[in-house]
């Protein structure tokens, strides 16, 4: 090895100032929290949203239509979460090729608003019953509206944009009159009634709940055994005497009872008790009717010391029985008989394989109950439900004896009503056994308080009566010919008005509509399959009323008014003066008009706000009046090309997504979207549910005041949202480095291309191997990229582009190409076609980029292209497949394996301090395959290397050869580079191949230098 000595003329001349080194104002460090309020400024002033619509007008539409948020406080990290996601769905839409509109929305009815008015209300010891409903009602909209203000610069500011100057609102006047038009349409087509149901009550809140907004949560509950003697019908003696028993956590519902449900397929025996402690409840001689797989759990429970099997018991004994009822001796108020009925619901899992069956207080115990309306009617059962509780969590007197008794005080707490029901058992010689049990027990999601299941009036939507005209004013998914001539169905399923119910209606549209991910569509196919009614009455006063009139119809029931002459009216006054119309004094004489005298009665219930919610496809997607950025839609359910996607979290199936699809369905005969995506919940770095008394929770105004919006954004593209996020310090951390490394990349390539100029452009064809290997891994990357968008797999894009960015370009392509970027004369075509690949990539990587980084990538794209630019009115970069070489792939990736062996090599000499560079090594790199040596000669290698000299030898090397593991008969020596360093770009050549007019740099250099000089004499520059 030749030694190193300095040219003489080293330092006398500053040759950086010829060097096409980067030169950008794009920063290193983004600043994002002070520079993304000012891209937001520019996006509003230029008028981005519009220039998007100029920009794609005449092109398919995709909507997403906005899940409507409670206006009601600030936003949390879940909010962002969702938006950032569904602004990743529109930007790569729309770059995609689509109309990609969003108009967000506030979801502004409901308790969430009107507790919090009425906690004002405590707080100031006002009541809220002598306010005037309407100005309560004012009271409710002004709340609504500040938090819609708030909410509305806090989505801004996460980057996502939409429609943000003409939002929907359920509680702007045109909405609400078209919610009251929608829910008058399930009124003319007979699908909406007043019928009697247990539902889940808030007693705290004083309404009924839908399941979506129920929590379940522990809760401590008394449990009690008890029996029910059999008072005929028995076939045999030892029966007669005996008593069924059974087992609840409910101790209150026992005045409620009215049968008792058992099950065919579970095995039963009657025992006796043969020894127990004195004074005991269950005392010797006393018979039980048991399942035989829990006997012996009750009989422990009952402190049962001793007892025998007397024999099995055939379920079709129990057909003729009857019981009485435990509290028969505490009020000749339950004198009455207790029939025995089969249920699917009964298991021998837990309790006595008997379920206590009050059909005022559960679901299944109403649905058992009217299933065997007739057959209590044959045995001369009365099949009327009563109202053991009230409102106010009172027992009434449908409860005998327990009158004004308490189950759950207004302060969510227990009231005394167990205590009462079992003294009164006891007295009656009736309870078996007592305990507590911890279990899972309904709470609201707002007050946190347990709820009760009670038979109140309440209205319904039916989901199994046939439907057998179409609602006025509402287009069914198929012409009216295939309804004609009794025809059922059609090629397309079933049809609104054909007969078809709800519940039909309603499965063949989860069925053809894209669930994401799949799993989606099971779940809420089978929360549909099995729902009961939907109970959309509320007894509050914010909201949309239940725009109906009735009056009592001979033999019980009501009528309602079925007159389009009245809706409309009703209609016209909410589209001018809201739904504060309804409750305005005069009001119903006001609507009925010549009908006042015929003793209609107003319906004062307001809807569940989850049809509000439920509706807004029909005043945001059908009403160009006020949204004319959608007008035009046609769905490709109708033959068009358009689509409309739903996208919230996955508690949203038995929300958002069920009331939209019900109300949609039985108004239209189809769901009101194309696609559905959904999400996961976000939770702690250790998975836990955020809560602010654990302290665990993430701010996303916290997150943008420190790091960025954008920051935020990476996390979302990053996670899979499919399933449960996690976000935490140590996470944003992780994120943070990943958008460093990625913003780096890009401010590297604007830097670089500050000396591109659109002459530089080459074909492909033209270029070296190493830039078509690049063109070549944009060529595979573009569908992936595409394809990723197109799934909505933002996961994807980003584990794709930071793989490319680090491992293709910072630490291969970019690193081999610096020296040839910066150094190399302006003419050389190695130059030339190295810019161009980078022009190429950049356009590429921001594009692809965009709709998840929309800051950085918009402040890369104008800090090139000029301020007036934006990246997001372009389309999603496309590469030529042309550029496709997987023959030269193949090559490379060889190359590139040795190359790897090359700079571990080095890495260790850097390591113990033998050179400091690169560019002083010159090694020996031996590869025993001759193929593998003749394709890595092919190539200058120690360019891709970057070294100052290279040797390729045969063979497997000496024993202390550097080795790589996985990259087999390869074998490196490190070297040192000969001769002197050149003065300009630091490589290492012998002083013999100077340019006389240049010792100092080596002849490529040199010719730089004259092609330099001659720019400079004739007034251009580097």
Avoid at 140 to 169: I, S, T
Avoid at 385 to 393: F, K, N, Q
Avoid at 921 to 938: E, K, M, Q
Wanted: proline content about 6%; glycine content about 8%.
């Amino acid at each position: 090895m030749t030694d190193v000595v300095s040219s003489p003329e080293a330092d006398s001349f500053d040759y950086s100032q010829t060097l096409f080194l980067p030169q950008t104002a794009f920063p290193m460090r983004g600043g994002l929290p002070q520079k993304e309020p000012e891209i937001l400024a520019r996006w509003q002033k230029g008028n981005l949203y519009k220039r998007l619509r100029e920009t794609s007008a005449g092109r398919p539409k995709f909507v997403l239509h906005d899940g409507p948020p409670y206006a009601n406080g600030n936003i949390h990290i879940g909010h962002a979460l969702n938006k950032i996601l569904k602004d990743m769905v529109t930007r790569s839409q729309q770059m995609l090729g689509f109309d990609s509109n969003y108009v967000p929305g506030w979801d502004c009815h409901g308790l969430p608003i009107e507790w919090k008015i009425e906690e004002q209300y405590r707080a100031k010891g006002k009541n809220k019953d002598e306010v005037p409903l309407v100005e309560f009602r004012q009271e409710c909209r002004a709340f609504a509206e500040h938090w819609v203000g708030v909410q509305r610069e806090e989505f801004k500011r996460l980057g996502v944009e939409g429609d943000w100057g003409h939002p929907y609102l359920t509680m702007a006047y045109p909405a609400e009159a078209q919610i009251a038009r929608e829910i008058m349409k399930f009124a003319m087509s007979d699908q909406l009634y007043r019928g009697s149901k247990p539902v889940m009550w808030s007693v705290v809140e004083k309404t009924s709940l839908a399941e979506a907004e129920i929590e379940y949560e522990d809760h401590t509950s008394d449990t009690v055994w008890v029996k029910f003697p059999i008072l005929e019908g028995a076939r045999r003696d030892e029966l007669a005497k005996a008593a069924i028993v059974i087992w609840t956590t409910t101790p209150w519902t026992i005045p409620g009872n009215r049968a008792i449900a058992f099950s065919s397929r579970v095995a039963y025996g009657l025992y006796r008790v043969t020894a127990a402690p004195e004074n005991n409840w269950a005392k010797v001689g006393d018979t039980f009717v048991l399942a035989d797989k829990l006997a012996a759990e009750v009989f422990k429970a009952a402190k049962v010391e001793a007892f025998e099997r007397l024999g099995g018991i055939d379920t079709g004994e129990f057909a003729t029985l009857t019981v009485a009822h435990p509290l028969a001796g505490f009020d000749p108020g339950y004198g009455f008989k207790v029939p025995l009925l089969d249920g699917d619901h009964v298991t021998d899992e837990a309790g006595t394989g008997f379920v206590h069956t009050a059909p005022s207080h559960g679901r299944e115990d109403f649905d058992v109950w009217m299933a065997n309306t007739r057959l209590l009617q044959d045995k001369g059962i009365a099949t009327h439900i009563p109202y053991p509780v009230d409102g106010d969590s009172f027992y009434t007197a449908d409860a005998p004896g327990f009158e004004g008794k308490c189950v759950i005080t207004e302060k969510g707490e227990k009231g005394d009503a167990n205590d009462a029901v079992i003294k009164a058992l006891v007295a009656d010689g009736n309870l078996v056994a007592r305990g507590r049990l911890k279990h899972q027990y309904p709470h609201s999601w707002r007050s946190k308080k347990p709820v009760i299941f009670r038979n109140t009036p309440q209205w319904f939507i039916a989901m199994d009566t046939p439907i057998n005209e179409v609602p006025p004013g509402s287009v069914p998914a198929a012409s009216p010919a295939h309804i004609a001539d009794g025809a059922l169905r059609n090629d397309r399923g079933p049809v609104l008005g054909d007969g078809s119910s709800l519940r039909e209606l309603a499965l063949h549209a989860i069925s053809v509509t894209e669930w994401v991910p799949a799993a989606g569509e099971n779940r809420i196919t089978g929360m549909i399959a099995n729902r009961p009614d939907w109970v959309v009455s509320r007894q509050r006063a914010w909201g949309v009323p239940i725009s109906v009139f009735v009056r009592d119809k001979q033999g019980g029931g009501v009528e309602i008014l079925k007159d389009e002459a009245v809706n409309e009216a009703i209609a016209r006054a909410f589209e001018v003066e809201g739904a504060d119309a309804w409750y305005k004094d005069g009001a119903a004489e006001r609507f009925l008009g010549a009908r006042a005298s015929e003793g209609w009665v107003k319906v004062n219930d307001i809807l569940d706000v989850w049809f509000d919610s439920g509706s807004t496809h029909a005043f945001t997607l059908e009403d160009p009046r006020h949204f004319p950025g959608l007008a035009g839609i046609v769905r490709k359910a109708d033959g068009g090309q358009d689509t409309v996607m739903y996208l919230e979290g996955s508690d949203q199936h038995r929300g958002w997504f069920h009331s939209s699809l019900l109300e949609s369905c039985g108004t239209r005969g189809r769901a009101p979207y194309d696609v559905v995506l959904t999400h996961g919940f976000t939770l702690d770095e250790q998975g836990k549910k955020m809560s602010k008394s654990l302290g665990n929770t993430v701010a996303p105004q916290d997150v943008i005041r420190r790091s960025g919006a954008d920051i935020l954004r990476l996390w979302v593209a990053t996670s899979d949202y499919a399933d449960d996020q996690r976000i935490g310090p140590e996470i944003l951390k992780t994120v943070e480095d990943s958008y460093r490394k990625l913003r780096n990349t890009i401010r590297w390539m604007l830097g670089t291309l500050a000396h591109y100029e659109a002459s530089d452009d080459m074909p492909a064809a033209e270029m070296p191997e190493l830039e078509r290997l690049m063109l070549h891994r944009l060529a595979e990357l573009g569908p992936q990229i595409h394809a990723a968008y197109e799934g909505y797999d933002y996961k994807r894009v980003i584990a794709l582009l930071a793989t490319f960015m680090t491992s293709d370009l910072s630490a291969f392509y970019f690193d081999v190409r610096k020296d040839a970027l910066y150094c190399d004369p302006r003419s050389s075509l190695r130059r030339r076609a190295a810019l161009s690949v980078v022009n190429r990539l950049f356009t590429s990587l921001a594009t692809w980029l965009a709709p998840v980084l929309c800051f950085t990538m918009e402040e890369a794209w104008t800090s090139r292209f000029g301020e007036e630019a934006s990246v997001h009115l372009e389309p999603l970069a496309a590469a030529d497949p042309a550029w496709l070489d997987p023959e030269l792939a193949k090559k490379w990736e060889v190359i590139r394996d040795v190359r790897r062996v090359v700079t571990g090599a080095l890495e260790q000499e850097r390591a113990a301090k033998r050179i400091g560079s690169s560019l002083e090594a010159a090694p020996t790199v031996y590869i025993a395959d001759n193929a593998t040596r003749s394709l890595v000669g092919s190539v200058d290698f120690d360019d891709v290397c970057i070294v100052s000299g290279l040797t390729l030898a045969a063979g497997n090397g000496p024993v202390e050869a550097f080795r790589l593991d996985g990259v087999q008969g390869v074998a490196v020596v490190p070297g040192k580079a000969s001769g002197v360093k050149c003065a300009r770009s630091w490589r290492y050549f012998d002083p013999k191949t100077a340019d006389p007019a240049f010792p100092d740099i080596t002849p490529r250099d040199a010719a730089a230098m004259k092609e330099w000089q001659a720019q400079a004499g004739s007034g251009s520059g580097a």
